[in-house]
């Protein structure tokens, strides 16, 4: 069974930086497109940033130019550098890697921007 493991979340204060990692198996990360989303109490979940396979990105409006979304084909991971966090970007943020087959979701991890 393919799990994907997320890690960096965490509690930091608002213009501050935080990184998030996301593993998944090596064996079948190049199938698919990575993606972290979020969601925000009593809001619905949302994309905030995917990349393909071959590097290309997509980033939700609020995000631009703070957030920056990388992955590692030979490592199998894909990370999301947040910086200049506010309070807004408060939310649990999910792991996401999906192909023609399959959707699959982490665990998720909190980010919470408070001073």
């Known amino acids: 069974q393919v799990q994907l493991v997320e890690s960096g979340g965490g509690l930091v204060q608002p213009g501050e930086s935080l990184r998030l990692s996301c593993a998944v198996s090596?064996?079948?990360?190049?199938?698919?497109?990575m993606g972290w989303y979020r969601q925000a109490p009593g809001k619905q979940r949302e994309l905030v940033a995917s990349i393909t396979v071959g590097g290309s990105t997509n980033y939700v409006e609020s995000v631009k130019g703070r957030f920056t979304i990388s992955r590692d084909n030979a490592k199998g991971t894909v990370d999301l550098q947040m910086n200049s966090l506010k309070p807004e970007d408060t939310a649990a943020y999910y792991c996401?890697?999906?192909?023609?087959?399959?959707?699959?979701w982490g665990q998720g991890t909190q980010v919470t921007v408070s001073s």
């Open positions: 996401n890697a999906r192909s023609i087959a399959r959707n699959l």
């Open positions: 090596r064996s079948i990360f190049n199938s698919f497109v």
